[in-house]
């Protein structure tokens, strides 16, 4: 069955075509990777602190980043307290999604003006500009948010480590942990580490997209088009 004569799929040969297509892929696998992140940690109370009626084993499971919201059952009372306090490294995926969200409705509008609206993109000079300042955004944003993910994943990596968390559960007077070898934590930083990954890729991604649009597209009359465009 032949294609509609409108559709321009041809464009996926070119580089502002497969590069949006590669930056799809990128973005999903860095949304993902957040997405299935989380964090585990598991202690034993000391015994002369706690009931002997009662479980010595603490457990509490997260999948937020705001470590200092964490809360589990303290060793000296049935109560809840917090694990790391407000001067502890706290972050926010929000900013991530915000900016990954970004990504995702500038790929779609640009794929769907060159494989629908090709036409009124090769002769409409304002929409090719719309195109330029859009994904010049897109990169800024992109930029600004990988480094500050990044910043983050290592704050992440520390506050959640088991050195640290040993010593914050040791210093606690309503945990007193004397023996750190029972601290276990299970976590997926690595889905983190992808996801910094990701986003410097697509850091590239748009820098070259930019690149292409500014020195192919929107310079190069109508009459006139490239041959990647």
């Known amino acids: 069955m032949p294609l509609p004569s409108h559709l321009r799929l041809n464009a ?30 598991t202690f034993n109370c000391p015994s002369s602190l706690s009931d002997p009626s009662t479980d010595l084993k603490r457990t509490t499971t997260f999948s937020t980043f705001s470590f200092d919201s964490i809360k589990v059952q303290s060793c000296d009372a049935p109560d809840e307290v917090q694990i ?16 990954e969200a970004m990504g995702l409705i500038s790929i779609f509008v640009g794929l769907f003006f060159y494989v629908f609206l090709w036409e009124l993109y090769e002769n409409e000079g304002r929409v090719r500009l719309g195109d330029l300042i859009f994904t010049s955004l897109c990169f800024i944003l992109f930029f600004f948010c990988s480094s500050i993910w990044w910043s983050s994943c290592n704050g992440i990596g520390f506050v959640g480590s088991k050195e640290h968390v040993s010593k914050i559960l040791q210093d606690n007077n309503r945990f007193n942990l004397s023996d750190a070898s029972s601290v276990v934590i299970e976590t997926k930083n690595s889905l983190l580490t992808i996801s910094v990954l990701c986003a410097w890729v697509s850091v590239v991604l748009y820098a070259l997209n930019t690149w292409y649009i500014w020195k192919e597209i929107a310079p190069t009359p109508a009459s006139n088009p490239t041959s990647i465009a």
Request: no cysteine; aromatic share 28%; proline share 2%.
């Open 84 to 99: 790391w306090n407000q001067e502890e490294f706290t972050s926010s995926s929000g900013f991530f999604y915000f900016v």
């Open 12 to 41: 996926f040969k070119y580089p502002i075509g497969f590069i949006r297509l590669i930056q799809l892929i990128f973005i999903i696998i860095g949304l993902s990777s957040v997405n299935h992140w989380y964090y585990k940690l």
